[in-house]
Each structure stands twice: as structure tokens, then as C-alpha cells.
């Protein structure tokens, strides 16, 4: 059997290209066999609430509904979905304990599954990552 | 080529087809042999590189227009 790779990566931005390249990775990191972690910080934080619809980014708000219509077209889902089916494949999610003090997020508004961690746990768990990824 | 199973993710756009072929093929026995039909221009490198990943067997792949099929025996 191949050696089990560990990737990590840290969000830090909550808009649609963001979470949506965050989940894509990790979901076909865990398919590849990948051992995943995705660190949710700053405004990243809200891909980890329960409910959460991202929007493009800037002047492209107004053009979410294309964006997530043409991912549709193409069989993938949307983002509630795709955090759905990561935490479903073995996905570790983990909610940055600071950014959840910062934008008021109580625990109770997080998805199933994710846990409350802090940079140093995260540090430790990166420190043994094959692969990092930063998205923000 | 023989096979098991057929997988047809045409239509899907990367990630999906390596996502759905992840799950298919645990619904296959170790020795049998998945079919996946895929026209995403990624799946050419793609899906080579799930197989040299996961430790299961490219058994064979080749390409009719812009579709290609994969045969990969189920290993691990």
C-alpha cells in the first residue's frame, strides 16, 4: 500500500472561489487516500458555520448564482454540500478558537463534526503534514 | 476489456470524477476490474494519477474523440 500523505491547509477568506477550492482540494485529496485537516481562520471561519452560503468575492457578488449554477452543470455541488460530503469522507474540519472569540461565532453555530483548535494544535498537526496548502 | 463495473461521469468536471471513483470502487471485490467513462480534459492526468496514489491498477485507458475510458483493477 502507498504511504498515507497528510495535507493541511488553512482557509482565511470565506468567499465562494475560496471555499470552494478549500473543499475541492480536500474532497479529492480523501479520495486520492490523502489524510486531510482544513484550519478555518478569519473570515474563513464561516465555512464551518452551519448554513453558510458563500458569495464571489467584491464585484462579483452579484454573479454567485452563475458561478454556482455553471459548478452545477458541470456535477459539482454546491458548498454546503461539498463541506457535507468532506466531513463525510474523514475530512478533519477545525475552527480557529481566537477567530471564533473575534467574529463572535459560538460553538453551538458550527457544522457537525468540526472541533476547536488552537494555532499551537494546528502547528502540530501541519508539523507532521506532507503538504500545505494556504488559502486566503 | 473486461469488466466488472461502469462508471460514467460524463458530464462531471474535476474533482467529481475522481471523487465518485474513490467511491465506486469500494463497492468492487480486490481483482475486479471498474470501467469509468469520463470527458473532463483533466481526467487524462488525473485519474493516472488517483490510480499511482491509491496503489490500485491502470489496467488500461484509451481515448474515442474527447472520451476517455479507464479500466482500473481494484488492488487495495
Given at each position: ?18 471555499a470552494m477550492?478549500a473543499m475541492m482540494?480536500a474532497n479529492?485529496?480523501v479520495s486520492?487516500?490523502?489524510?486531510v485537516?482544513v484550519?478555518a ?5 464561516n465555512l464551518m458555520k452551519k448554513g453558510y452560503k458563500p ?13 454556482r449554477?455553471?459548478m452545477k452543470?458541470?456535477g459539482v455541488d454546491d458548498y454546503p454540500e461539498q463541506v457535507k460530503m468532506a466531513a463525510e469522507l474523514g475530512v478533519h474540519l ?16 458550527l457544522l457537525p463534526g468540526v ?22 | ?14 474533482p467529481m470524477?475522481?471523487v465518485k471513483?474513490?467511491k ?53
Amino acid at each position: 500500500m502507498v504511504e498515507v500523505k497528510r495535507v493541511v491547509i488553512a482557509v482565511s477568506e470565506g468567499t465562494f472561489d475560496k471555499a470552494m477550492m478549500a473543499m475541492m482540494i480536500a474532497n479529492t485529496a480523501v479520495s486520492m487516500g490523502m489524510e486531510v485537516h482544513v484550519f478555518a481562520t478569519f473570515f474563513g471561519l464561516n465555512l464551518m458555520k452551519k448554513g453558510y452560503k458563500p458569495k464571489a468575492p467584491g464585484m462579483y457578488r452579484m454573479f454567485t448564482g452563475m458561478f454556482r449554477k455553471k459548478m452545477k452543470a458541470v456535477g459539482v455541488d454546491d458548498y454546503p454540500e461539498q463541506v457535507k460530503m468532506a466531513a463525510e469522507l474523514g475530512v478533519h474540519l477545525y475552527a480557529c478558537s481566537t477567530s471564533m472569540g473575534v467574529m463572535n461565532v459560538k460553538e453551538a453555530e458550527l457544522l457537525p463534526g468540526v472541533k476547536i483548535l488552537g494555532a499551537a494544535g494546528f502547528l502540530n498537526i501541519a508539523a507532521d503534514s506532507d503538504m500545505q496548502f494556504f488559502i486566503g | 476489456m473486461q469488466k466488472d463495473a461502469t462508471l460514467d461521469a460524463k458530464g462531471l468536471m474535476c474533482p467529481m470524477p475522481i471523487v465518485k471513483l474513490a467511491k465506486k470502487i469500494k463497492e468492487l471485490q480486490v481483482g475486479q476490474v471498474l470501467e469509468l467513462v469520463a470527458d473532463d480534459p483533466g481526467a487524462k492526468e488525473d485519474v493516472p494519477a488517483w490510480t499511482q496514489r491509491t496503489g490500485n491498477e491502470m489496467v488500461e485507458m484509451k481515448q474515442e474523440g474527447s472520451v476517455f475510458y479507464f479500466y482500473i483493477r481494484r488492488k487495495a
